[in-house]
């Protein structure tokens, strides 16, 4: 046999990134591709969650928002190839992530590096408090020619699905290289299930005589998703002389994503009969909390949900490269549109039994340690699901949303090198420059109770007709009640119409005139930024001590016009309640200086002591600068159909909305890192770093009582006083911490990667006028780490990762927050979680090679609590997922 040649391969990947990070001008770290279409982890976040410091958040078991130091994915700023990117929006429900970049989106196939900039340097975009994270494509003049092509299958445990995937890259350069093109494509599908048991809080009752947190409810979600992301890029690259180059880059993704969710809510705490329909003698309470028991009556909720999300990304970016008389002038552009809507708007069929029928009754045990086991004991009903009649449906509701986000960017960089001393320091360039930035964001939401056509019922047997999987829940529930059948949701969508507005249930925002709700919902905000930098890098040399440093200042304006609707209460002579909508403009300005100082010792050969001090920012999330209000979605249904009843009836929990606050001030933070890297070798080095932020202006919500417009079927105008939480700048925050880090391998072929960070945080704030108290913050584990051995000999290559992050606490959608944690014992947390994944690879010859990859292939699953360990709040379960397939490179 011919022998085989390997190109890539995963330890090859770490010396890439060992080779940016010791070449980096300040604190930083990276990950590489070993070859083009051979990135090290099979989702972006999931390869950046090996760097020290850095953790993610997965949706379905896929790495989405990027956490570093303890801050979250607000306190990021990301850029492709040094420009900035438009954000996709969260449209499947009322939350929104603002400025908090969704690495889903970009495919790993098409990246050639990532750099994790954790001291900032002056001329470095602005907006991350947390770090840089550029995203990098490569050039066609720094590569060989080549064809790379990936096939592979992807299958899903939970279920059972084998879908396509592939891609192809490629790139060519005249024989000059003074031209070349680079291009590929990328297609990636999963059809995945998740399934989630959750209580949805807790409320004290009196059980027995005695008054215990009793779970509002057990609410059990069963999400399945068909998810596909196209992809696209290419660039062309011109260097006709040495003093003068341009590189076009363009990436285009498309990431579409079926959802189909069914959920089953058992009445308990959140019901104010609670306490006479519990069996006493079913009653298990443990430290305070309800841990078992049984109904007799009650309500059980019955609802499914469907949409179709499809979330575009376009960025284009042109930049020269021109050396005139010394000075090396780099202009550049960028436009980047980040678009998300639903080509199925959200579909919402609301159904159940009758208040405390007859007969009916359900239960639930959490067993002896929920949280820990990941597991509930039990939950069981007498009703038949698998009835048609067992239920029935009371609405049939709609929520189209639109999201376009776009950026423009111009930059412009001047630098010149020096030779000039000045005593034991040499200058030895100068930079400066600047930038320019207009970027927009219009967020529009409509919602839409639809009625049923005449001569249709839904209840009966055709509208219920469709099996659930059988294996929902049975990693998370020991004992279940038989899941039964689901809603035909097609022939639902065709069932109803609004009177003289729509006929189609699949309207989009811009086909339904908006009412005064809708237009309170809904949002634009427009954001200038200019900024200014001047940079010095110097070097010297101390007793044998090699140095190397720049020094900086960044000037940064920002400019913000928020655009929504206020709606208050007006009064007829009769005194009906009227609806008066007001336009509003929100217009706000704030400057701030950005220093910035890195020194880059050079103790002894191969051993580098990094120092560095900053300034940075992080402006509010878009979302929180909004004038919008949004109540209870779920309250302004029941209100509608019902009226003033379903106020005077509803639970506190229900009388709740969020809002935005456009005169939110930035975050700012004075940093301090200092590193020690010992590279022994190619392959091997070790590590640690400390860093401290003291952050100001830090932003909490705080919930205050507001009245409240709601729309009624019959026409009339409601008021209600909902307590409605705000974003406002409450305190001063503090995050410091410590990481480690290293890679090693032996010349037999073994080796070893591994981080860990150790974190501390905590914020002083304002919880109520001149109450200052002290609170966490959300996001921010203690502890995370990541363990990736490996074993490279001749044409076979394995690696494992296992990689842990403990307990932080999140928002309502299990997503690390931007903000202050105020009340602790209500706090959502999402306990410590692990996951081990896998990749393989045997190159068969030089030019194919046959891999396998597992993602979570221990099959955990991810447990949240509210407040402590003693009062479970979510299990989920999305189980391991595995890709086979074939490489080739010509």
Do not use: C
């Not at 698998?386 to 960017?409: F, H, K």
């Not at 919602?447 to 007709?465: A, E, H, I, K, Q």
């Not at 890192?673 to 003291?694: C, I, P, Q, T």
């Amino acid at each position: 046999l011919d022998e085989v040649v390997v190109t890539g391969s995963f330890a090859t990947s770490l010396a890439d990134a060992l080779t940016i990070k010791r070449r980096a001008d300040s604190i930083s770290d990276a990950v590489s591709a070993a070859d083009i279409g051979n990135f090290p982890a099979v989702n972006v976040a999931e390869a950046l969650q090996r760097v020290p410091g850095v953790s993610i958040s997965r949706e379905a078991g896929e790495g989405q928002f990027v956490s570093v130091r303890g801050l979250g994915p607000n306190f990021q700023s990301v850029t492709l190839n040094g420009s900035p990117i438009a954000y996709n929006e969260n449209i499947r429900n009322s939350d929104q992530s603002g400025r908090q970049f969704q690495f889903r989106v970009i495919p790993a196939d098409l990246i050639s590096a990532i750099v994790v900039t954790k001291a900032p340097t002056a001329d470095l975009l602005d907006g991350g408090i947390g770090s840089n994270i550029d995203i990098r494509t490569a050039d066609a003049l720094d590569t060989e020619q080549f064809v790379t092509m990936r096939a592979y299958t992807h299958y899903e445990d939970r279920t059972e699905a084998n879908t396509p995937n592939g891609s192809i890259s490629a790139g060519w350069r005249n024989a000059d290289r003074t031209f070349g093109i680079i291009a590929g494509v990328s297609l990636a599908t999963r059809d995945v299930q998740f399934d989630r048991v959750q209580t949805t809080g807790y409320t004290n009752r009196v059980v027995n005589g005695v008054t215990v947190a009793v779970p509002n409810e057990i609410q059990m979600t069963l999400e399945r998703e068909e998810r596909e992301r196209i992809s696209a890029m290419g660039g062309l690259s011109w260097r006709p002389t040495a003093e003068f180059a341009a590189r076009l880059d363009v990436l285009y993704s498309r990431f579409s994503n079926i959802i189909d969710e069914d959920r089953i809510s058992f009445g308990l705490g959140g019901r104010s009969d609670f306490s006479t329909r519990l069996v006493g003698s079913s009653a298990r309470v443990e430290n305070g909390v309800l841990y078992a028991g049984q109904i007799n009556g009650g309500r059980i909720d019955r609802n499914a949900e469907y949409s179709e999300q499809q979330h575009e990304n376009i960025s284009i970016r042109a930049e020269a490269d021109w050396d005139v008389a010394g000075w090396t002038i780099t202009p550049s552009i960028s436009y980047s549109e980040a678009s998300s809507f639903l080509p199925v708007p959200l579909q919402r069929i609301s159904g159940g039994t009758a208040e405390n029928p007859a007969g009916l009754t359900y239960s639930f045990d959490f067993g002896d340690d929920p949280v820990g086991n990941r597991r509930y004991a039990s939950v069981l009903t007498n009703l038949d699901f698998g009835s048609p009649t067992s239920t029935t449906v009371s609405a049939y509701r709609t929520r189209p949303i639109n999201s376009e986000d776009n950026d423009t960017t111009a930059l412009l960089n001047l630098g010149r090198d020096f030779d000039a001393d000045f005593g034991p320091i040499t200058l030895s360039s100068i930079a400066f420059g600047g930038q320019y930035t207009d970027r927009s964001r219009d967020y529009q939401r409509r919602d839409r109770v639809w009625t049923v056509r005449p001569g249709v019922n839904v209840n009966t047997p055709d509208f219920l007709n469709s099996q659930l999987p059988r294996n929902a829940f049975n990693q998370s529930v020991s004992n279940l009640y038989n899941m039964g059948l689901t809603y035909n949701r097609d022939l639902f969508g065709q069932s109803y119409y609004i009177p003289n507005e729509s006929d189609d249930t699949n309207a989009q925002s811009d086909d339904l005139v908006p009412t005064g709700a809708d237009l309170q919902q809904s949002y634009g905000v427009d954001e200038e930024i200019t900024a200014l930098y001047g940079r010095a890098d110097f070097s010297g040399d101390f007793g044998g001590v090699s140095l190397d440093g720049n020094l900086g200042l960044r000037w940064v304006s920002t400019e913000t016009l928020v655009k929504g609707t206020l709606l208050t209460a007006g009064r007829t002579p009769l005194g009906a309640v009227t609806t008066i909508v007001t336009p509003q403009t929100f217009e706000g300005s704030y400057e701030e200086f950005l220093p910035t100082l890195n020194l880059n010792f050079e103790l002894r050969d191969n051993l580098l002591l990094r120092l560095g001090a900053s300034r940075t920012l992080t402006r509010p999330s878009l979302a929180d600068l909004r004038t919008a209000v949004v109540p209870n979605s779920s309250l302004i249904t029941q209100v509608f159909l019902n009226g003033q009843t379903a106020l005077d009836n509803a639970a506190p929990s229900a009388l709740v909305g969020v809002g935005g606050n456009p005169e939110l001030s930035p975050y700012t933070s004075v940093n301090l890192d200092a590193s020690l890297e010992w590279y022994f070798n190619d392959f091997g080095a070790l590590y640690g770093a400390v860093f401290r932020k003291d952050i100001s202006d830090f932003i909490g919500g705080i919930a205050r009582p507001e009245e409240i417009l709601f729309a009624t079927q019959a026409g009339a105008t409601l008021t209600a006083d909902l307590l409605i939480t705000r974003p406002q700048n409450i305190g001063d925050a503090t995050v410091q911490g410590i990481e480690f880090g290293g890679s090693w391998k032996m010349d037999w072929g073994f080796g070893i990667a591994a981080s860990a960070t150790f974190t501390d945080s905590e914020a002083e704030v304002e919880a109520t006028p001149g109450n200052i108290i002290t609170a966490g913050l959300q996001g921010v584990s203690d502890t995370s780490y990541s363990i990736s051995p490996f074993f490279e000999r001749g044409p076979f290559e394995i690696h494992f990762s296992y990689t842990y992050r403990s307990d932080f606490t999140a928002n309502g959608n299990i997503t690390p927050g931007s903000n202050a944690v105020i009340d602790e014992n209500s706090a959502i947390v999402a306990d410590g979680f692990g996951a081990l994944d896998f990749g393989a690879s045997w190159q068969v010859t030089d030019t194919f090679q046959i891999f396998v990859e597992g993602t979570n292939i221990t099959d955990e699953r991810q447990a949240v609590y509210q407040g402590n360990e003693d009062r479970p709040f979510q299990i989920h379960e999305y189980g391991p997922s595995y890709n086979l397939g074939l490489r080739a490179t010509f």
